[in-house]
């Protein structure tokens, strides 16, 4: 495997795949559907840098200097981590000849990352069991991911050809 080659491709497919999820979320808070304001999820990366991992309402904790930058960097940051474990998983090949299928199952396979590590440390609850529609939210998550998984196929295919 050549690392430099590998390096590029998940910077590549992951942040096109994380800007193809954005534009996906800017649709729905267009549409007046509520999604993760990043800037919670660097308020509570800096309370994690300060040795607190779990909070009941992560709205409701102390803010953090430049969260809103910490938290869109991060997110582009996991874009790119969770692209070079598709990779990883499906092989160098993948990413000269791209399937939709396997794109679509990592993409589905992530999901389980908000659902079950980062709602609970914010205080929504496993599968957003704290929310007045956990349903609706887990499907929310699971069609965001899944647009997250078509973003890994349409940003190899485009960088393929």
Not at 12 to 29: C, F, K, N, S, Y
Not at 84 to 91: I, T
């Amino acid at each position: 495997m050549n690392i430099a080659a590998f390096t590029l491709d998940s910077l590549q497919i992951g942040l096109g795949a994380t800007v193809l999820m954005d534009l996906w979320t800017g649709l729905l808070r267009h549409a007046g559907v509520r999604t993760l304001d990043y800037a919670l999820l660097g308020r509570w990366a800096g309370h994690v840098w300060r040795g607190q991992w779990r909070h009941r309402a992560i709205g409701q904790a102390a803010p953090v200097a430049f969260e809103g930058a910490w938290g869109w960097g991060l997110h582009y940051a996991v874009g790119i981590v969770f692209a070079g474990l598709f990779l990883a998983w499906v092989g160098e090949g993948w990413a000269v000849q791209p399937t939709l299928g396997r794109a679509l199952a990592f993409g589905a396979l992530t999901v389980l990352v908000p659902l079950c590590v980062m709602q609970p440390a914010m205080g929504l609850g496993l599968f957003a069991r704290h929310t007045a529609t956990p349903w609706r939210g887990c499907v929310r998550s699971l069609v965001t991911h899944l647009v997250f998984g078509a973003g890994l196929y349409t940003s190899a295919w485009m960088w393929a050809a």
